[in-house]
């Protein structure tokens, strides 16, 4: 079992920047792989970005690519989202994810990811 936490949300002004921390604990240590998404209110869970524990390969959504940087701490076991350049349609609850099982691709997928955190909102105002 892999419980994880997120933290670091807020209010924050558009173009302004946060960093959310994931804290994963539990058997980490066959975990492949961190992902986080976002939900805004009557909205699907969307795909943010992701990395790989092992070898700290990113993936982007497009609308973040080059305002968001994923990144990973593996002695720590923490996995962090640093957001930049923030816009208004970035305001959702954030979601950090664990997929245990070593899949290549499909990072989109919510439903390749088997532990989630219970979410930190972030809000951008305009």
């Known amino acids: 079992q892999v419980q994880l936490v997120e933290s670091g949300g807020g209010l924050v002004q558009a173009g302004g920047s946060l960093r959310l921390s994931c804290k994963a604990s539990?058997?980490?240590?066959?975990?492949?792989?961190m992902g986080w998404f976002r939900q805004a209110p009557g909205k699907e869970r969307d795909f943010v970005a992701a990395?790989?524990?092992?070898?700290?390969?990113?993936y982007y959504a497009d609308s973040v690519k080059g305002r968001f940087t994923i990144s990973r701490d593996n002695a720590k076991n923490m996995v962090y989202l640093q957001m930049n350049s923030l816009k208004p349609e970035d305001t959702a609850v954030y979601y950090c994810a664990d997929r245990s099982k070593i899949q290549i691709g499909q990072f989109e997928r919510p439903r390749t990811y088997d532990y989630w955190g219970q979410g930190t909102q972030v809000t951008v105002s305009s």
């Open positions: 990395i790989t524990w092992r070898d700290g390969n990113t």
């Open positions: 539990g058997r980490t240590y066959s975990s492949y792989a």
